[in-house]
């Protein structure tokens, strides 16, 4: 289940890479880190252990993904498909240049499992010897709070009818959480009714600006009508390590932004519920997560058939900080997403460029370590849209195209999450750093 939580501020132990230059890499190769490719694979011995770790939390029965992956018979007919969707890394869904960067959790596929998976459908994708095969994997039934315990607030949304067949529909519903006092979120999960309608849902709350509630070091960053989390597919829950929270005020509401998408074959009664786990009454976390759209609606204009139409945004760090996740937010026309760190000298640094975006998938990296920066950073997120006839899921390369909210409209939303540390915090983590002379991304953890 890990595979579809979001766990924010992990814990790592090795350094970020970051890649200076601004210049984009194309998707390169990923160094095999993972094993080495058998003689003559077979499933029970090679293919089943790879499907079991790192496609059935989608692929089995009653999961988001449209056929289990369990046994050789549920595999066998899918062979050619797989090597195509393996090979080209859209699957597992993790859409980035793999050498830019180091997450947690990181579903990928290493090089060796790929060339594994290739080499037996090319072989014929025998079976082998049913002793080979690891025992089954068990998962918890569906719908349940994956953290391993009940939350301490339960919030539904009111009911919406989404027709069998119909365009996608938008609603906006605001719901009081009933909260009489602030308190930190430990983790929150967001369950849907019915998988099949849900394209999406944005959570925010809606509260008077954050105060920071003790926190030192911080500044109130994180505003009224913050994004607090996003459900879609390949994300469903946000845990925090410790040290870091969320804030929710009390008499908050939340407000749910959906995005349904009729399934075509019948129609649902869809409600959404979120569940929060809030650390103990009185606690208070020494850092307080923001998150941030970084876009830039004015200058997103995308003129007919335009193929790389290139827009950037910015968003300055006022004090230092940490880097959490990223996670890009576009539409049909979507094609790539980086984000960088501009250095107060000058210097760009390359965190995570989303190479290969796709747009049903709205992923969050999160960063194994999350990087520190200077005061005064710039985060820049470059967008790529492709309006040309070439885009097989553009609706219309025609159209003039700009921001809005309807998936015919764009948009160019780079999603942060970071936390605000002191300057002392700062330069702590830079004498951490072994050595590496021109390394200014602080990579240390543990100072939580
Ligand atoms: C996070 C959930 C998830 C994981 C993990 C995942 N898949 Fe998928 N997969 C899906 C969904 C949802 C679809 C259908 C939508 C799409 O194609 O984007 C899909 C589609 C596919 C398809 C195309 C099916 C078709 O109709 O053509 C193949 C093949 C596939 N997956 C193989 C794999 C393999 C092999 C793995 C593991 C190495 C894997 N997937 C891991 C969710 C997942």
Not at 224 to 248: C, H, M, P, Q, V
Request: include cysteine; charged fraction near 20%; charge should be neutral.
């Amino acid at each position: 289940m890990h595979i579809l939580s979001r766990i924010t501020g992990a814990l790592g132990g090795v350094a970020v890479l970051a890649i200076a230059g601004i210049a984009l890499s194309g998707g390169a190769a990923a160094d095999s880190k993972e094993g080495s490719v058998p003689a003559k694979p077979t499933f029970t011995k090679d293919i089943l252990p790879i499907m079991q770790k790192k496609c059935q939390d989608c692929h089995r029965e009653g999961g988001m993904a449209p056929m289990p992956l369990r046994s050789y018979e549920d595999v066998r007919p899918w062979a050619r498909a797989i090597k195509e969707k393996v090979v080209s890394r859209y699957m597992p869904p993790w859409h980035i240049d793999p050498t830019v960067g180091e997450y947690d959790p990181d579903p990928s596929l290493s090089d060796a499992q790929i060339a594994t998976i290739a080499k037996w459908v090319d072989s014929g994708a025998p079976k082998g010897n049913p002793s080979d095969a690891p025992p089954p994997r068990v998962f918890p039934p569906n719908n349940t709070w994956v953290f391993g315990e009940e939350p301490d607030l339960v919030v539904t949304s009111a009911g919406f009818e989404v027709p069998a067949t119909a365009a996608d529909q938008y609603p906006k519903v605001d719901v009081p959480t009933g909260l009489t006092e602030d308190r930190y979120i430990k983790w929150m999960q967001v369950i849907p009714e019915d998988p099949t309608v849900l394209h999406h849902v944005l959570i925010y709350a809606l509260q008077s600006e954050a105060a920071t509630g003790g926190v030192r070091g911080v500044k109130p960053t994180q505003g009224s009508n913050s994004l607090l989390t996003e459900y879609a597919r390949g994300n469903d829950g946000d845990i925090f390590a410790n040290g870091t929270a969320k804030l929710l005020k009390a008499g908050s509401k939340l407000r749910f932004s959906f995005h349904y998408h009729p399934n075509g074959s019948k129609a649902v009664n869809e409600h959404a519920r979120i569940g929060f786990k809030f650390f103990p009454k009185g606690y208070t976390p020494k850092y307080l997560i923001s998150t941030k759209g970084v876009s830039s609606p004015a200058s997103l204009a995308i003129p007919p058939g335009e193929a790389n139409a290139r827009s950037d945004a910015y968003f300055r760090l006022e004090e230092p900080a940490r880097l959490v996740s990223f996670q890009p937010h576009m539409h049909y026309r979507g094609k790539r997403m980086a984000l960088e760190a501009i250095l107060p000298d000058g210097q760009p640094q390359l965190l995570t460029d989303v190479a290969h975006f796709v747009w049903t998938w709205q992923i969050t990296y999160a960063y194994k370590t999350p990087p520190a920066f200077p005061k005064n950073t710039v985060l820049h997120v470059t967008s790529y849209h492709d309006n040309s006839a070439g885009n097989r899921e553009n609706p219309d390369p025609t159209a003039f195209v700009g921001w809005g909210d309807r998936t015919v409209d764009e948009m160019n939303i780079g999603w942060i999450d970071f936390y605000y540390i002191t300057d002392q915090e700062y330069a702590d983590l830079q004498k951490q750093k072994d050595g590496s002379p021109k390394a200014t991304v602080a990579t240390g953890s543990g100072r939580q």
